[in-house]
């Protein structure tokens, strides 16, 4: 994400944002979307990008369990509202099947979260300054 993420949708925001941040991760997205959990768990704004949706099935649990239950869980006293969570889906054009899948699905009826799909650039721009203000998987 650093260096403007895999597909470039994040350049310029270390340089207007900073070090801490805009920063790379460990190729650990159960981690990824756990660190943004608690960022957002403590007031902050955090989006999560995972570079490919096929990657995404390792933070599932705690997406499924712990992001969309926080809420609940804590009787409406936390939630991780700031977190967004940010993946591709679909067939790339390479990769194939470990880059071409659509996991969406998976998420479309888990209570607790939002899950948007773009059909064009337009509507991603708008969908994902959206996004951040609510928690969902973008």
């Given at each position: 994400?650093?260096?403007?993420?895999?597909?470039?949708?994040?350049?310029?925001?270390?340089?207007?944002?900073?070090?801490?941040?805009?920063?790379?991760?460990?190729?650990a997205e159960n981690g990824i979307?756990?660190?943004?959990?608690?960022?957002?768990?403590?007031?902050?704004?955090?989006?999560?990008?995972?570079?490919?949706?096929?990657?995404?099935?390792?933070?599932?649990?705690?997406?499924?369990?712990?992001?969309?239950?926080?809420?609940?869980?804590?009787?409406?006293?936390y939630n991780v509202g700031g977190?967004?969570?940010?993946?591709?889906?679909?067939?790339?054009?390479?990769?194939?099947?470990?880059?071409?899948?659509?996991?969406?699905?998976?998420?479309?009826?888990?209570?607790?979260?939002?899950?948007?799909?773009?059909?064009?650039?337009?509507?991603?721009?708008?969908?994902?300054?959206?996004?951040?203000?609510?928690?969902?998987?973008?």
């Amino acid at each position: 994400v650093k260096f403007g993420g895999v597909f470039r949708c994040s350049v310029g925001l270390n340089e207007k944002y900073g070090d801490d941040r805009v920063f790379n991760t460990p190729l650990a997205e159960n981690g990824i979307v756990g660190f943004g959990a608690g960022l957002a768990a403590c007031g902050c704004t955090a989006i999560a990008e995972i570079m490919f949706g096929d990657y995404i099935f390792p933070a599932f649990d705690q997406l499924h369990n712990e992001v969309a239950k926080f809420r609940y869980k804590s009787a409406g006293l936390y939630n991780v509202g700031g977190l967004t969570v940010r993946s591709t889906y679909g067939a790339v054009g390479f990769g194939g099947h470990y880059h071409s899948q659509s996991p969406e699905a998976q998420f479309m009826n888990t209570a607790g979260l939002k899950l948007v799909i773009p059909r064009n650039h337009v509507q991603a721009k708008g969908l994902l300054l959206s996004s951040i203000q609510s928690q969902i998987i973008f």
